[in-house]
């Protein structure tokens, strides 16, 4: 029989939104239990985002050398992984540990409780622990679910019976392959291709799209298409996987369909899967507090309750991929903050509402994509007057001093009726710090007229803008 403990607030799971808010709501006074079972602080600091990135900034790194030809004399350039995978190790992800994390939550008053939880019930969370002991939680205030995503295994006949990576496994490499197929052209397939290309890497994307990154402008993805390319990625729009198998040498043989390239094969050292994420909602008790267990997600409100048909289930908040308003980490972070103001507020409501007119988001290929709001196709669909402008980078001052690399964009696209910008898009180097002066643009509703009378630094890329809102014009 369960042991029932009383506490005030149950986070399961610790994304970055997770454990965030489990610290603050016991800063500010609450008795909390953060359930997690892998590592405190989720996919991003150990699996996501941050070694990723020191991956991207070691590829990028040899970019620039090999540009140093066409710009400043002769640079002998000798790729090494071993630099790379110990800073990941070392530095990212302390060897995968989580140890500072958990010192940060507890210094901010809540208890850890390692394990599987469970909802039991309303306001009710059973954990069972690693040797298979359980405990109940009765939680006064409530639940908060911020359980995330794990790898998506697509329907693939073959896939279940060879040896494949996810992105867990990539970002762990301490060693990189000769050859590999990405399946997939999302932003993990598109920043991971490159990242390994550039260290030498035979790499071939497949992406059953008509083209990568569904989810950005067509010109965006057409210029990584291109940079891909450059960097010697084949890329293989319109195709999918119609099975796969082992190969030789415990290679990979993926067998191509549709496409140009369809029916022929590519073998590999390693097959990458990333091809979109399953939320962790199957184990998560959902029937027990009146939800559909077989959920892809949970449908929150703007102050990230939960709700069934029947209205808002009682004392359940859930933030981060789970629900569905993006899967970053600046959204689970940004929830944290709304459902932490709500669960505070006791049976009042939070001060703030979610609202995602003005989410960005950067896809760190080089050049970067970053976006923020609507693409144009968005913004037609929503039935607005669409007026678009856009420049290319490399033709701006800072774009031809730049020299190779300079490739890119901004793109602005404004409701015309209202005379504001709804929604940007800019690839280049920096093109996720350029990006946030349009998405304060975009936030904040400033007039195109306001933008237009702005003074934009020379030679810089974001002076770039200007002539993306002069084209709005034309
Ligand atoms: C390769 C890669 C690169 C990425 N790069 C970026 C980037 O550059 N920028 C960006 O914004 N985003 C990036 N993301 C996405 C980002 O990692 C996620 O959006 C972010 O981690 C937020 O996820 P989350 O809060 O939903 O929870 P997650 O980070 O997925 O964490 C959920 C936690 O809950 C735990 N858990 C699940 N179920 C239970 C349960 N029943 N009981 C106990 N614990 C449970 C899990 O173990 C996990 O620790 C990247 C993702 C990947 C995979
Ligand atoms: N820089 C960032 O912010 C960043 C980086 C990496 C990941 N992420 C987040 O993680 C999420 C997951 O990334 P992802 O790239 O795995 O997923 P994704 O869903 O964004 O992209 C997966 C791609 O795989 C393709 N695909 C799916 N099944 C396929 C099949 N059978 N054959 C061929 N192609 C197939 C899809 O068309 C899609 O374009 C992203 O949506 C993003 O929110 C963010």
């Given at each position: ?98 140890t ?16 599987v ?13 690693a ?124 067998h ?40 892809r ?9 939960v709700?069934?048909?029947?209205g ?110 709804v929604?940007a ?5 920096g ?44």
């Amino acid at each position: 029989m369960s042991e029932v403990r009383e506490v005030d607030l149950v986070v399961v799971g610790t994304g970055p939104g997770g454990e965030t808010l489990a610290g603050e709501a016991a800063r500010a006074g609450l008795e909390v239990v953060a359930v997690e079972k892998h590592l405190v602080g989720g996919e991003c600091p150990y699996y996501g985002c941050i070694p990723s990135k020191m991956m991207v900034r070691a590829a990028d790194s040899l970019a620039e050398a090999r540009r140093a030809d066409r710009l400043a004399g002769d640079v002998v350039v000798t790729p090494s992984w071993a630099p790379v995978a110990a800073r990941v190790r070392d530095e990212a992800t302390a060897d995968w540990d989580d140890t500072a994390a958990v010192e940060r939550l507890e210094s901010a008053g809540a208890t850890l409780v390692r394990g599987v939880g469970r909802l039991d019930g309303e306001r009710r969370v059973v954990v069972t622990g690693a040797d298979g002991t359980t405990t109940t939680y009765a939680a006064r205030r409530g639940v908060v679910l911020n359980p995330g995503t794990r790898p998506a295994a697509p329907d693939v006949p073959g896939l279940a019976d060879v040896a494949y990576w996810t992105n867990r496994d990539a970002l762990r490499a301490t060693e990189l392959p000769a050859s590999l197929v990405v399946l997939g052209g999302g932003p993990i397939g598109c920043e991971l291709a490159q990242v390994l290309a550039r260290f030498g890497t035979d790499v071939t994307i497949v992406q059953h799209g008509d083209r990568l990154l569904p989810r950005d402008e067509p010109e965006a993805a057409a210029i990584v298409a291109d940079a891909l390319a450059d960097d010697g990625v084949r890329v293989l729009t319109g195709t999918s996987l119609a099975r796969v198998e082992a190969g030789p040498d415990g290679q990979v043989v993926a067998h191509l369909e549709g496409g140009a390239d369809g029916g022929a094969t590519v073998q590999a050292e390693r097959l990458l899967v990333a091809a979109g994420r399953t939320p962790n909602l199957d184990d998560l008790g959902l029937a027990s507090v009146g939800l559909d267990p077989a959920a892809r997600g949970l449908e929150v409100d703007a102050r990230l309750r939960v709700q069934r048909p029947d209205g808002p289930v009682p004392g359940l908040w859930a933030i981060g991929d789970v629900v569905g308003h993006g899967a970053f980490t600046h959204v689970s972070m940004y929830q944290s903050r709304i459902a932490l103001a709500d669960v505070l507020a006791g049976d009042g409501d939070g001060a703030e509402e979610a609202s995602y007119d003005a989410l960005p988001h950067v896809t760190f290929t080089d050049p970067e994509v970053a976006g923020v709001g609507m693409t144009e196709a968005d913004a037609r669909e929503a039935g607005l007057r669409v007026r678009t402008g856009s420049t290319a980078l490399e033709s701006s001052s800072r774009g031809f001093t730049h020299g190779p690399g300079a490739r890119g964009l901004v793109k602005v696209v404004e409701d015309a009726d209202a005379g504001v910008l709804v929604g940007a898009t800019v690839v280049g180097p920096g093109g996720g710090e350029i990006v946030g002066l349009l998405a304060l643009a975009v936030h904040a509703r400033v007039p195109v007229t306001t933008l237009r009378q702005m003074i934009y630094a020379y030679p810089t890329f974001h002076r770039a803008i200007e002539t993306a809102l002069g084209d709005l014009d034309a």
